[in-house]
């Protein structure tokens, strides 16, 4: 037969099973991306606004000056790399180098999206909404309560950074935890009702396996907040580079993807936190 997959291969499996991959969520919630940057560049954020104040008609009027801080962003290198054999491209079965091409690229969403949530801030590594240590933090002591989100809530908008892109973002223990936890004695309703998989408490909510669940010992995280305020920027897109000379002797073609990336959480206060749920 000439074309299309070999009569020897069975047809079940002639079409790559795609990998269980974790769920991407920072599109879904509004962060702001921005894209094609060149050099480092500083970030101009408003701390302490402007003020009014009443007077008599000749007095003098009280200075106010708005207090501005800077953040730095700049470019951190972020890299993948994977090689398959020569013989892997003989075979009619599955597109190897566009698979492995797609499996750089997801490794690289996943990355940003786990260093956007928790991400140690040192080295090359940005930092994450769990590690910035102004953001605001609830204290469940392992048992999360409608009142522990309340509580979230009331932070953010205390601290006048109720935006327009709030949402929770938790892990599958946590969303099952509430799905299970009954508002109160007699109404039979559940904090997070499991018809509703995308809004808790009248806010968008997602969940994603990218979300730890071992923080502090074995404890599962939540954030609550305006996502607007997380800024991931982007140098120059991404490369990627398909190699078929260095590993030629052992046969196998090498593909790189870099890119680069530095993730700000531009209002700390736009953001609350729990880290020490047990789920």
């Known amino acids: 037969a000439s074309g299309g997959v070999s009569p020897l291969i069975k047809e079940e499996i002639s079409n790559f099973v795609p990998f269980l991959t974790p769920k991407l969520f920072l599109e879904d919630l509004g962060v702001t991306f921005m894209r ?8 101009p954020i408003g701390d302490t606004q402007s003020s009014a104040t009443w007077a008599t008609e000749t007095a003098t009027a009280t200075e106010t000056t708005p207090i501005l801080r800077e953040e730095t962003a ?3 290198r972020l890299a993948a790399y994977s090689k398959f054999s ?24 996943r990355a940003v999206q ?23 933090t609830v204290t469940t002591s392992g048992t999360l309560t409608r009142a522990h989100l309340i509580e979230m809530r009331k932070l953010i908008d205390t601290a006048n950074a109720d935006g327009n892109s709030l949402a929770f973002l938790t892990n599958p223990d946590v969303r099952a935890y509430l799905n299970n936890l009954l508002l109160d004695a007699g109404s039979g309703q ?17 969940t994603s396996t990218l979300m730890p669940n071992d923080l502090t010992v074995s404890n599962s995280g939540m954030i609550f907040g305006d996502f607007s305020k997380l800024w991931i920027m982007n140098w120059g897109g991404r490369s990627i580079s398909v190699d078929p000379y260095s590993s030629l002797k052992e046969a196998q073609v090498e593909v790189v993807l870099d890119s680069y990336y530095d993730i700000k959480v531009v209002q700390p206060k736009a953001f609350s936190i729990a880290t020490d749920i047990a789920a």
């Open 74 to 76: 700049s470019p951190n």
């Open 190 to 206: 559940f904090v997070w009702p499991a018809s509703e998989t995308d809004m808790l408490m009248g806010y968008k909510a997602a």
């Open 114 to 136: 786990q260093a956007a949530i928790n991400g140690v801030g040192t080295g090359s590594t940005p930092e994450g909404i769990l590690v910035n240590s102004d953001v605001n």
């Open 86 to 109: 020569r013989q892997a491209l003989l075979q009619p079965v599955m597109a190897i180098e566009n698979m492995v091409r797609s499996q750089l690229l997801g490794a690289e969403a």
């Open 36 to 43: 094609g940057l060149q050099g480092n560049f500083k970030i």
